[in-house]
Nanobody, 115 residues
Framework: QVQLVESGGGLVQAGGSLRLSCAHSGSIFRINIMGWYRQAPGKQRELVASTTNTGKTDYADSVKGRFTISRDSAKNMVFLQMNSLKPEDTAVYYC?????????WGQGTQVTVSS
């Protein structure tokens, strides 16, 4: 019964920044992983960044140093700050949460980076 809604996507020029937000409803287990995935046309969905309940983070090599994932568990929110955006970052970005019960996905938000 956990639902996720992403927001913050849009069109931005190369070198610009966007901040994605994900709000989730319903309670989740203390032990959990929240993450951002992306999928470009014709390509498989890939993990961009993730964060655990302990604050441990993981990033795809392609975004290290440019993207930052953060969470506010009290507000049921997870964020992705994207800086120095490149055209290769163009994709639909999906919020995801996993715990002992669920593996839930948002519907995605489009990020388009123009050159």
């Amino acid at each position: 019964q956990v639902q996720l809604v992403e927001s913050g996507g849009g069109l931005v020029q190369a070198g610009g920044s966007l901040r994605l937000s994900c709000a989730h409803s319903g309670s989740i287990f203390r032990i959990n992983i929240m993450g951002w995935y992306r999928q470009a046309p014709g390509k498989q969905r890939e993990l961009v960044a993730s964060t655990t309940n302990t604050g441990k983070t993981d990033y795809a090599d392609s975004v290290k140093g440019r993207f930052t994932i953060s969470r506010d568990s009290a507000k049921n929110m997870v964020f992705l700050q994207m800086n120095s955006l490149k055209p290769e970052d163009t994709a639909v970005y999906y919020c995801n949460i996993k715990d002992l019960r669920i593996d839930s996905w948002g519907q995605g938000t489009q990020v388009t980076v123009s050159s």
